[in-house]
């Protein structure tokens, strides 16, 4: 299937590693992930809410999760993680396609969200994708989500597909 993509680039995006303060006033570093970020990211799925599960993912079973990560961990996909303190509470990952795009995926912690951390997340991976020399990258959200489809839109996604359950919703980097 080949998809859309906006004529023009959205613009440029801060690379990582970065730290800000959210909202609640907690200072979050935002950082490329390395090999000895796994187990961190198994502690944060295992706690991720039920509720805040879209689309299948993340998994619920820590076997699950350590499969799923396997995946989206695997070389050739970039992520960045948001760290307070020694906790990953958000993580952001870019998958390759078959068509020489990427596909984004965004989690944050229940008692993280609304803070922000979502959009410094989402913004630091495009750049990080960017300076890889990524062009175009893709998501779904559900149609509901109206605070996930705020944000993609906020950073410079715009919707490519609206005729199913979910939106797509695209930018191009370069």
């Known amino acids: 299937m080949m998809r859309d993509y906006p004529d023009e ?18 200072t979050v570093r935002v950082e490329v992930s390395g090999e000895d970020d796994r187990e961190a990211l198994v502690d944060m799925y295992v706690d991720f809410a039920p509720e805040d599960r879209a689309q299948g993912i993340p998994p619920s079973r820590e076997s699950a999760i350590r499969r799923w990560l396997d995946d989206i961990l695997a070389e050739g996909c970039l992520n ?45 991976l495009l750049g990080h994708g960017a300076a890889e020399g990524i062009e175009r990258v893709w998501l779904t959200v559900e149609r509901w989500n109206d605070p996930a489809i705020a944000l993609y839109k906020k950073v410079g996604f ?11 919703m695209a930018i191009r980097l370069h």
């Not at 760290?83 to 989690?107: N, R």
């Not at 715009?158 to 797509?168: I, V, Y």
């Open 80 to 124: 960045v993680i948001a760290w307070h303190g020694d906790d990953a509470v958000g993580h952001a990952t870019l998958v390759p396609d078959e068509h020489d795009a990427y596909e984004l995926a965004i989690f944050v912690l229940a008692e993280y969200q609304g803070a922000s951390i979502g959009t410094e997340l989402v913004e630091t």
């Open 9 to 26: 680039p959205a613009g440029s995006f801060p690379e990582p590693p970065r730290t800000f303060t959210d909202r609640e006033s907690r």
């Open 158 to 168: 715009e919707t490519t597909d609206s005729e199913r359950f979910e939106l797509e």
